[in-house]
C-alpha cells in the first residue's frame, strides 16, 4: 500500500475520531441494501461492459461517516464471465460543513476486479459543495496506485417541486461535466463527458 495512502487513513480516522467524540449528540446508525440492473455499466463516460450487469450496493452510515460496499455481476457471455462478480469497489466517506454555505467530502475507494486480467487499484478524493444558486459542486478524484490517473467532476442541479400534478413532489436535474486525465503508457488522454440525471 502506497505511503499516500497511508497517511490519508490516518488523516481520515483522526478527523473521525475528533469529530465524533466532540459531538454534543450520539451519531445516528444507518443502513441500505440496493440492488440495479444496467444495460451497459458506463463509468465515467466509459463504456465498460456493452451488455447487461446486475449491480447490487451495501451502505452503512454513522453520522458524518459512511461506507460502502458495490459490486457488478456480468450477465452476458460476451467476455465470458456470465454470472461472475466482476469488480468490487470498497469505499469510505467522510462529510462535513466547512462553513455556512460550504460542505466537503473526502474518502477512498478500493477498486477489486475479481475473475479479470484488470490490477486492483485505489483512489482517494475530496469534495466540495456550496448551498447556493444550482448548488454546484466539484470533486477530485486522484488514483494512487495503478491507474496513475486523476479525475475532475463539476456538477449543477436543481430541485422543482410539484411540476405536474401527476409528477413526485421533487424532480431534481443534475448535469454533470467531468473533464478526466489518464497517463496511458504512450499519451495522455484528456476527455470530456457530460452526464443528466432525473429522479
Same mark, same amino acid.
Given at each position: 500500500?502506497? *505511503? ?6 490516518? +488523516?481520515? $480516522? ?12 450520539a ?26 450487469a446486475?449491480?447490487? *450496493?451495501?451502505?452503512?452510515t ?20 456470465s454470472?461472475e $462478480? ?20 473526502i474518502? +477512498? ?14 483512489? $482517494? ?9 444550482l448548488?454546484?459542486?466539484?470533486t ?12 475532475? *467532476? ?10 405536474v400534478?401527476? +409528477?413526485?413532489?421533487e ?5 454533470t ?13 484528456s ?9
Amino acid at each position: 500500500m502506497s *505511503s499516500k495512502l497511508t497517511t490519508f487513513g490516518i +488523516v481520515l $480516522i483522526a478527523t473521525l475520531t475528533s469529530s465524533i467524540a466532540l459531538a454534543e449528540d450520539a451519531p445516528s446508525l444507518g443502513f441500505d441494501i440496493s440492488a440495479d440492473y444496467v444495460g451497459k455499466y458506463i463509468f465515467r463516460g466509459q463504456n465498460l461492459q456493452d451488455d447487461g450487469a446486475f449491480q447490487p *450496493s451495501v451502505n452503512l452510515t454513522y453520522g458524518k461517516f459512511s461506507a460502502n460496499i458495490w459490486a457488478s455481476v456480468e450477465l452476458s457471455k460476451i467476455n465470458g464471465n456470465s454470472g461472475e $462478480i466482476t469488480e468490487v469497489d470498497y469505499s469510505l466517506d467522510y462529510s462535513d460543513t466547512l462553513c455556512e454555505g460550504i460542505g466537503y467530502s473526502i474518502g +477512498v475507494i478500493n477498486y477489486v476486479f475479481p475473475n479479470t486480467s484488470i490490477e486492483d487499484t485505489v483512489e $482517494i478524493y475530496v469534495g466540495l459543495s456550496f448551498d447556493t444558486f444550482l448548488s454546484p459542486s466539484i470533486t477530485l478524484y486522484n488514483d494512487v496506485d495503478e491507474a496513475n490517473g486523476s479525475y475532475v *467532476s463539476v456538477g449543477i442541479g436543481h430541485t422543482f417541486e410539484k411540476v405536474v400534478g401527476d +409528477v413526485p413532489d421533487e424532480v431534481q436535474a443534475a448535469p454533470t461535466i467531468a473533464t478526466e486525465r489518464l497517463r496511458a503508457p504512450s499519451r495522455l488522454i484528456s476527455r470530456i463527458t457530460t452526464h443528466l440525471v432525473c429522479g
